[in-house]
């Protein structure tokens, strides 16, 4: 082939092309190699002793060409990567002084130029520089480095999925499932992992993310091992590209501890529910925040309220304390409260509270708070209605005052008669000296001179009958009292009238 018709040829390639002939002569140098090196045509045909290889390595050494014109001379040239086909060769290299000095990495392909007898007549070489495309693939195999990196030293289980297939699983989602790595990687699917009954939910997942309709998911589900333990996993993952093909990367992690836990938390949640709503009193939960995140049965019982009705603190004073001076006093003392216990976190249970509410019917009730701090950092209020036990107290109260004033005055009347008991004591006293003094005075001294005078026996029987019964009439007088003529006889008492 002539020279002229090959340059219009190569001109027309989009690489940079360059031949020579059997003497290693230049024979065509293309516009594309023009442009690639800076030198031009003119300053390159017809050079030989390597002179083609000055514009890329800044000195004379042997190409990929000569390997075509001279087998053998494989140690005089090196490359980053070299292969043969047939008469074809290619190769890839870095050239540092190519791009103004930055360097440019090339891949180049030799061939032989033959005559129609097939004889050698010289060799062609097409260089193109493949600077971004390695450059890409750098960064790509530095992102891929850093993310097998992270990946690897990653708490959680990463994965890479395309056509339900696992393409890449880390050594913790190995450990998670109960496989090897070798054996998950093109051989395990997304099916064989997953519960059976909770397929359905991942494959739809999948689906979504797939076709573009979701980028990114967020959800749990089970898996079951290669021993068939059942585990509770958390999922994130998003659509990203394999090989150039749509794939699904994501991180799991195993929660079945937590799951247990919360499973844990929440039977005693329940039971906790069941207790309060059994309970004669009322308790609302509530945050730090004043949002109301709980009302036992007794509380709606008492004051009527639901959630609806008072979601938070501030809404409860509003309609409990209507009256704004009784409604700052509350606030006052729940504050003030509330900042003890802030204070000091091991504080529990502060003083009783108690306030008159208006409950959602408008009646009042006189209600009994107590506040406490549980550890989960939320507040529990209890309420008890002690309206009727309050009646009862001042019921009482007014009573005990009523029976004071009673006891006051029984304790005067008693003392009145006391006195006139023993005003009556003395007149009685004085009656029976009387009686005593009046028969001792009267009628003894007569009875005594009857006795001396001159009857008859008769008579004198009568009188002293008279003397005897007398005499047991005014005995009793006699034992009581020591009367000043109790010893006196009959005459001497005459004689002292």
Partial sequence: MESWSLTAITDFLPDATFAIDIGGYVIVWNRAMEIMTGVHREDMLGKGDYAYSIPFYGKRRSMLIDLVMHEGKESDVSYNYIKKQGNTIYAEDYVPVLNDGMGAYLWGTAAPLLDDNGDYQGALESIRDITERVLIEKKLMDSERKFRGLAEKSVAGVYLVQDGVFKYVNLKLAQISGYSIDEMIDKVTIEDVVFPED????????????????????????????????????????????????????????????????????????????????????????????????????????????????????????????????????????????????????????????????????????????????????????????????????????????????????????????????????????????ILSNVKDLVFPYIEKLKKSRIDSQCMTYVNIVETNLNDIVSPFLQKMGLKYANLTPTEIEIAN
Avoid at 278 to 288: H, K, Q, S, T
Avoid at 397 to 403: D, F, H, P
Wanted: charged share 35%; hydrophobic share 35%; proline share 3%.
């Fill in 199 to 434: 397929w359905p939910i991942v494959e739809e997942n999948v689906r979504k993310r797939l076709s573009g309709e979701l980028e990114s998911l967020h959800y749990e589900f089970r898996i079951r091992t290669k021993n068939q333990q059942v585990k509770n996993t958390e999922v994130y993952s998003s659509l990203t590209v394999y090989q150039g093909r749509p794939a699904v990367i994501g991180t799991l992690l195993d929660i079945t501890q937590r799951k247990l836990a919360e499973n844990a938390l929440e039977e005693e949640r329940q039971r906790f529910l069941i207790l309060t709503d059994e309970a004669p009193f009322g308790i609302v939960l509530f945050n730090r925040g004043g949002t109301y995140t709980y009302l036992n049965r007794k509380f709606k019982e008492i004051f009527g309220y639901d959630l609806y009705d008072i979601p938070d603190g501030r809404t409860w004073f509003r309609k409990a304390y209507p009256d704004a001076g009784h409604r700052h006093k509350a606030i006052e003392a729940w504050f003030s409260d509330v900042d003890k216990i802030e204070e000091n976190i091991s504080m529990t249970v502060e003083e009783k509270w108690i306030f008159t509410v208006i409950c959602k019917d408008k009646k009042e009730k006189i209600i009994c708070f107590i506040m406490l701090r549980l550890p989960t950092g939320e507040y529990l209020m209890t309420c008890e209605d002690i309206t009727e036990r309050k009646k009862t107290e001042e019921a009482l109260e007014k009573r005990e005052a009523e029976l004071e004033i009673k006891s006051i005055n029984l304790e005067e009347m008693n003392a009145a008669l006391k006195v006139l008991l023993k005003e009556r004591e003395n007149d009685k006293m004085e009656l029976e000296e009387k």
